[in-house]
């Protein structure tokens, strides 16, 4: 390898070869091929987007005599003339790069602007590049306006900025603007791909991916992380040592973290924490990598083509977005990004970290229906609450006294009459619910749940049912039906019709979570209010097969999967794919009726 770090000797000498600036190109190429050249360019974004490398090109571009010494302007500059050749080795008389942030006073201007009204000495144009413009005094901007609005014909001002805010509209008034984007971590990877096999270097791409998202849209910063990766692990790019030498965390970490909250398990979030924090990983990096994990799994919810089966963490994402509601997701990844910001506060990291787990695990409805919970000790039934007068469970037994207002059941099928074998569930009272892949929820026209006759047979101590032949609401339509929002909307779409006990329904919930901030008594108010009577409500947890929020999901992938075989069918779809290869984009397919 060179003795030239990556980031120089890499820099791009042409338009063609800079990456992820296709808007700045595209208008400079088309200003030089039709001469309508503007007299002062302002360029802004992040360190190391390529700001004073464009301010370079265009400078070659403008003053190139070509390899025959014949060039005029042009947007391909050669190379190998003198005036780009000089350029490049920062030696070209009339093209001056000026600090600003150590040449920011009125006088440094003054004998700038002095030495602006001569003509070029060896090239077309003379280029002033001022970077970092927004240090300059206001007495220093002041003596420069009148030139950099009508500047002699041969002189163009480039302008560089990172706060683009602190430069005077006066300023930014006289200047062609052009915002640079940050480069995006794709992006990055594929480019230091080109670069180490340029250079002979092994490397994962995993391990350039992650060097990619270290370096926060910065090319050069790309580069040099790649440099210091190069010499940590003796010339090879691997992901295990980028890891180890930026801190970085292990996502196989931030997995078993969403799963122990799942499982509201804080023995073992602390663990993993403390686990974390011994291994010298970056606690405040492990929370911006959480939040970029929750958006994934959200992502996944919503547009579940939009994984890739390649993916090696296709298998866990996928665990992940059927144990988590979408709300829940929401509500984790703005705790995440709050605590993030809060790190700094706290006594040391680890106790900020773990105080974010921790609040995480309070205050957010974590398990839902589908998520493997495994608990250290039997969680209790949750009591009524005492606004509503509940005592302990009493000897339970079938009550039939108000047969108009219990839950309406579909009809037993032949098949119900004579039922499979099932295992013996566990006492509602443990709340420990089964692992249940989410390919397993039907359609919600097949989303109806089992007599609750059967269940007490086979689960001794269950709540048994009303009184058989009485007519009953289906619950998860009269949860869907009742005006409620926030947390008591999340408990009535998430929750199952049990049975009834001495007048009161019992609802089963996922987790007790769904019980707080009078989420309860919420529903029961408003459930009263639709039926015209009073009525009591008492919840157990447990795994929940059958409520509002599964029949809405099992709709949905129903639909979603109708859309995708009509759309396949199609004859235009299938000429397209059959003589032209045509492919359907993943996740651009999507039904009308939502």
């Known amino acids: 390898m060179s003795s030239t770090v990556l980031a120089r000797k890499w820099r791009p000498k042409t338009f063609a070869a800079l990456v992820g600036q296709d808007h700045v190109v595209r208008a400079l190429t088309h200003a030089l091929q039709r001469r309508r050249l503007h007299h002062a360019y302002l360029f802004t974004g992040t360190r190391g987007v390529g700001k004073t490398t464009i301010a370079r090109i265009l400078a070659k571009s403008l003053n190139c005599t ?4 014949q060039g005029d302007i042009t947007a391909e500059p050669c190379g190998v003339c003198q005036a780009c050749t000089e350029i490049d080795a920062g030696r070209f008389v009339d093209y001056i790069e000026l600090d600003a942030a150590s040449n920011r006073g009125v006088d440094d201007m ?9 003509k070029p000495t060896a090239g077309r144009f003379k280029v002033y590049m001022i970077d970092e413009v927004h240090m300059l005094s206001n007495h220093a901007f002041n003596a420069m306006l009148k030139t950099l609005e009508e500047p002699p014909q ?6 560089a900025t990172t706060d683009p805010q602190k430069v005077p509209v006066t300023v ?12 995006p971590a794709g992006a990055v990877a594929q480019h230091l791909a080109q670069v180490l096999q340029a250079e002979a270097v092994e490397f994962e791409p995993a391990a350039l991916q992650a060097l990619g998202r270290a370096a926060r849209g910065s090319m050069r910063d790309a580069l040099s992380l790649t440099d210091q990766a190069i010499a940590f692990n003796d010339g090879r790019v691997t992901l295990d040592a980028v890891r180890q030498m930026l801190g970085a965390v292990d996502s196989g970490y931030l997995f078993d973290l969403l799963r122990a909250l799942a499982a509201a398990d804080a023995a073992a979030l602390l663990r993993l924490a403390e686990s974390m924090d011994q291994r010298g990983l970056s606690l405040p990096q492990a929370l911006e990598e959480l939040a970029a994990l929750l958006q994934r799994i959200a992502t996944l919810q919503v ?4 994984l890739d ?3 090696p963490d296709a298998a866990a994402l996928r665990e992940l977005a059927a144990a988590y509601a979408p709300e829940t997701l929401q509500l984790a990844y703005s705790m995440v990004l709050h605590g993030r910001g809060e790190l700094g506060l706290a006594p040391d990291a680890l106790c900020g970290f773990s105080m974010v787990l921790l609040r995480l695990l309070s205050f957010a409805p974590l398990a839902t229906a589908g998520a493997a919970r495994h608990l250290d000790a039997p969680a209790p039934a949750v009591r009524a609450p005492a606004a509503v007068g509940a005592a302990e469970a009493a000897p339970r037994h079938a009550d039939a006294r108000e047969p108009a207002a219990q839950p309406r059941r579909s009809a037993p099928s032949e098949a119900d009459a004579e039922p499979e074998p099932e295992p013996e569930p566990e006492p509602a009272a443990q709340a420990v619910c089964e692992p249940a892949p989410a390919a397993r929820i039907e359609p919600a026209v097949a989303a109806v749940p089992e007599p609750v006759e059967r269940r007490e047979a086979a689960a001794p101590g269950a709540v048994p049912a009303a009184a058989p032949g009485v007519p009953q609401h289906d619950w998860p339509e009269l949860a869907r039906e009742l005006p409620l929002v926030a947390l008591a909307r999340s408990l009535a779409l998430q929750s199952e019709w049990v049975g009834e006990q001495d007048g009161a329904w019992v609802l089963r919930v996922p987790s007790e979570q769904y019980t707080r901030a009078g989420a309860l008594e919420k529903v029961q108010a408003a459930l009263s209010e639709r039926l015209g009577r009073e009525l009591r409500l008492r919840v157990e947890v447990g795994a929940v097969r059958d409520t509002a929020q599964l029949r809405a999901a099992a709709l949905r992938a129903q639909r979603q999967q109708q859309a995708e075989q009509a759309i396949a069918a199609d004859p235009l779809v299938r000429q397209l794919v059959d003589e032209l290869g045509a492919q359907i984009v993943p996740g651009s397919v999507q039904p009308l009726d939502g």
Do not use: H, I, N, W
Request: charged share 20%; with cysteine.
């Open 110 to 118: 003054t004998r700038l602007l002095e030495q602006a009204v001569y």
């Open 172 to 183: 930014l008034s006289r200047c062609l603007q052009f915002a640079l984007k940050s480069m």
């Open 66 to 69: 070509g390899p025959d010494g």
């Open 154 to 159: 041969q002189v163009m001002f480039v302008l």
């Open 303 to 306: 547009l579940p083509q939009a």
């Open 309 to 311: 089966d390649a993916d």
